[in-house]
């Protein structure tokens, strides 16, 4: 594989891979030393049509511990407000050298233009684009999954290191709130699923998307029956992405009062999991609309380390891309 654009375009065996080399890349990160060699010379750089606060330093992060040079790219103060394409854009980046390009947009389908119009011959790395997917951090959803799930037994593992080879077969998730808006959603449905993962997505009907009978996952409207039948291994809630409804002239309904009140996790709905559950987000949260203050900070939330195992799935990537061995994926 060139690119890495979709989830989708992952299989099992693929997924295992990165995230065993991202547990690599990770133990490496807890040594003295954390800057390895390997992409010595070559130049990464991080287009953002889009804000982003995790995904851009983590790639930043990510490149550099590598010893990649990076070129970081915003719209903003760019010669977009000019006018120029994403065509051109990329052309001038094409022609500053760049190895890879990390992209993140607000329109569905851009990385995938990005990589297959024709404009540039480096890797393209999907950073979100629009409602549509965000494989890497899919796979940094996975990758905290794998750690404190383990299918031998039933009372979760501690969140050490994940053994080689080790899948989520039989994990239970529930992902909650704004999947109409999420490439969070999308892109943890397709890849817990090639995991082995039962992956259920709990919403009001309004924020769910129509057209969903093909995606590989249950769906429930009610969040209390969901955590009392199903015993999740995992809760992870979306963010109720506010500026996407404006944008497209929509409200917000339900209310938020509404929407906190039936699909919010607070700690009443945390006790109510499985005590070996954990909480994740992806962020950025809106703390007191879909997670209390509490239930982000209680000890089973594994929010922040899902950020730092951003780092660690974004070096594998960037690695099984670039490095002078091959293309690996
Ligand atoms: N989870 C995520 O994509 O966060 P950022 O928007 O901060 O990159």
């Known amino acids: 594989m060139k690119h890495l654009l979709s989830a989708k375009d992952l299989s099992h065996d693929e997924v295992v891979m990165v995230l065993d080399t991202a547990e690599a890349m990770a133990a490496t990160q807890r040594q003295a030393v954390k800057k390895l060699p390997t992409l010595r010379g070559k130049t990464v750089v991080n287009l953002f049509f889009e804000d982003s606060t995790r995904t851009r ?10 010893s990649a040079d990076v070129i970081n790219f915003s719209a903003k103060g760019s010669s977009l407000s000019k006018g120029e394409s994403l065509k051109d854009t990329a052309q001038t980046l094409q022609a500053m050298g760049a190895d890879a390009v990390v992209v993140r947009h607000s329109a569905s389908g851009a990385a ?10 480096a890797p393209v790395l999907n950073a979100g684009d629009g409602t549509h997917q965000h494989p890497t951090q899919s796979l940094l959803d996975a990758m905290t999954l794998r750690r404190w799930y383990d299918p031998t037994s039933p009372g979760g593992a501690d969140g050490s290191p994940a053994p080689r080879g080790r899948d989520l077969a039989g994990a239970r998730v529930i992902i909650v709130g704004d999947v109409l808006h999420s ?9 817990l699923a090639a995991l082995g993962a039962e992956v259920t997505l709990v919403a009001p009907p309004t924020l769910l998307p129509v057209g969903m009978e093909n995606w590989p996952c249950a769906v429930s409207y009610d969040l ?29 309904f339900p209310s938020p009062a509404e929407y906190a009140r039936a699909y919010g996790l607070d700690l009443a709905r945390r006790r109510a999991m499985p ?16 997670i209390t203050a509490e239930a982000a900070d209680d000890p089973r939330s594994r929010i922040i380390e899902q950020v730092g195992n951003g780092v660690s799935v974004r070096m594998a990537a960037l690695y099984l891309l670039l490095a002078d061995e091959g293309n690996q994926l």
């Open 57 to 66: 330093l983590s790639f930043e992060a990510a490149a550099k511990r590598l």
């Open 112 to 121: 995938h233009l990005l990589a297959h119009a024709g404009w540039i011959d």
């Open 183 to 191: 490439r969070v959603a999308r892109s943890n449905v397709d890849m």
């Open 224 to 252: 209390d029956a969901s955590i009392a039948e199903l015993r999740p291994d995992a809760v992870m809630m979306l963010r109720v992405q506010r500026e996407r409804m404006s944008a497209a002239g929509g409200g917000f």
């Open 275 to 290: 005590d070996h559950a954990i909480v994740m987000h992806p962020g950025p949260m809106n703390r007191g609309l879909e």
